[in-house]
């Protein structure tokens, strides 16, 4: 079984600081890990994905995550937050291997940036 | 990356009445399609897991008989509110699993339909 914890369900920034969005999982065996950003009554868009090798993703839009098996956390940054960026963002994982291709969300964490 | 469309993006309907979803992969074969209801400001929650050419699989505390998922075909599946009432109101939203792609099994999303029972 895997679970997400998100800490935070709002987090607020201003234009050109940085963004740290927190993603803690559980998982039985090694997991795969994703972060999807929502725009308002829209689907979701995958930001990036750790499957395997190296541990800092850089996705789209500036944003990056780094797999720590460690501390089994998978963190969301961006240097310099855009008002673009301002929507709900869900970390996910799954189980590796196989053809299981569940998700298990977070509850998600709303991003604001102020002007 | 693959692209997934739903249709309707928003529909109102009465209570009583049924409505139909269709999730399609436009430029890749699904075997295996899923469907998401999202309440306001929530996660996204598993309903059922639908696969190509056989019965779906719910999640434990979802209705089959209210929400019937058919999957036809590889690259469309549908959802079916039946008998629908207010408390069906909520954001649908499908992915889908383009396997042949990616090892990895990577979901990709569609836009959502916006439900609204009156």
């Known amino acids: 079984a895997q679970s997400v914890t998100q800490l935070g369900s709002h987090v607020s920034v201003s234009e050109g600081a940085l963004v740290l969005l927190r993603c803690n999982y559980s998982?039985?065996?090694?997991?795969?890990l994703f972060w999807y950003v929502q725009y308002p009554n829209q689907g979701l868009q995958l930001l990036l994905k750790y499957t395997t090798g190296a541990t800092l993703v850089k996705g789209i839009n500036g944003f990056e995550a780094e797999f720590k098996k460690s501390e089994t956390s998978f963190h969301l940054t961006k240097p310099s937050a855009h008002m673009s960026d301002a929507a709900e963002y869900f970390c996910a994982v799954r189980l590796s291997g196989g053809s299981n291709y569940k998700l298990t969300f977070g509850k998600g964490t709303l991003l604001t940036v102020n002007p | 990356g693959a692209v997934v469309s739903q249709h309707p993006s928003r529909v109102i309907c009465k209570s009583g009445t049924s409505v139909k979803i269709e999730c399609r992969s436009l430029d890749f074969q699904a075997t295996t399609m899923f469907w998401y209801r999202q309440f306001p400001k929530q996660s996204l929650m598993l309903m059922a897991t639908s696969n190509e050419g056989s019965k779906a699989t719910y999640e434990q505390g979802v209705e089959k008989d209210k929400f019937l998922i058919n999957h036809a075909s590889l690259t469309l599946s549908t959802l079916t509110v039946t008998s629908a009432h207010p408390e069906d109101s909520s954001f649908y939203i499908c992915s889908a699993s383009d396997s042949g792609r990616s090892g990895t099994g990577e979901l990709f999303f569609g836009e959502g339909s916006r439900l609204t029972v009156l």
């Open positions: 998982s039985s065996v090694p997991p795969y």
